[in-house]
């Protein structure tokens, strides 16, 4: 049972042509939401954590936001460079523990 | 931005043998953690380390795994007995608290 679903799986984007991307979770006593970037053949490289709905923070073109169930990363006017899986991770506060489960990832490709 | 370096980049080996992966956190940070991806499946938690001592770890990290920092610096994790299921990226991460960490860029393993 997945605990945290990303969609959707793929995306093809025009440059310029903004967007959002969706992670939904479904467990209880959120910690903490992390998105990553991740090249193909790279380490995940950290972008954001999102405590609390309703928190928002960007970053250049990305911003993310978060609810209750789900959290978003919006995409403004992307470029070829942007071209990436975005990961979405959640720790869970049960039992005090700090292990992320991530999802499976968005594929975004930008075309020029 | 923070760094990561991992060795060897690449690693094969075959099965039932031993490997140890290297990871060299470039700053002071107090968390350290390793992660593996299958190709093609999402990233994994294994076992996160504080203050020189497991803190926790998944189901994954059974009694085939074991972590030490041997020189205070240098991080490894050690497969003993590697399986063909063991073949993945290694990642090593590190930071200042469990809410942003920094992911080095992997560690491919092969088994044959």
């Known amino acids: 049972e997945d605990q945290v679903t990303q969609s959707p799986e793929a995306l093809r984007l025009q440059e310029g042509e903004s967007s959002s991307l969706n992670c939904s979770y479904t467990v209880s006593g959120l910690r903490g939401l992390f998105w990553y970037r991740q090249d193909p053949g790279k380490g995940p490289e950290f972008l954001f954590t999102?405590?609390?709905a309703g928190e928002e923070k960007e970053k250049e073109r990305l911003k993310a936001t978060l609810t209750k169930k789900e959290s978003f990363l919006h995409i403004t006017a992307p470029k070829p460079e942007d071209s990436a899986t975005y990961l979405c991770?959640?720790?869970?506060?049960?039992?005090?523990?700090?292990?992320?489960?991530f999802g499976r990832g968005t594929s975004l490709i930008v075309h020029p | 931005e923070p760094e990561v370096t991992q060795t060897p980049s690449h690693q094969v080996t075959q099965m039932g043998q031993e490997v140890i992966l290297r990871c060299v956190p470039i700053?002071?940070?107090?968390?350290f953690y390793w992660y593996r991806q299958i190709l093609g499946q999402k990233v994994e938690f294994l076992v996160s380390?504080?203050?020189?001592?497991?803190?926790?770890k998944s189901e994954i990290f059974d009694d085939q795994f074991s972590v030490e920092r041997p020189d205070g610096s240098n991080f490894t994790l050690k497969i003993r007995s590697t399986k063909l299921e063991d073949s993945a990226m290694y990642f090593c991460a590190r930071g200042l608290s469990h809410y942003e960490q920094y992911f080095g860029p992997g560690t491919r393993l092969t088994v044959t």
């Open positions: 991770a959640v720790q869970a506060g049960a039992g005090g523990s700090y292990i992320p489960t």
């Open positions: 999102l405590y609390s």
């Open positions: 700053s002071n940070h107090l968390y």
């Open positions: 380390f504080y203050n020189n001592e497991i803190s926790e």
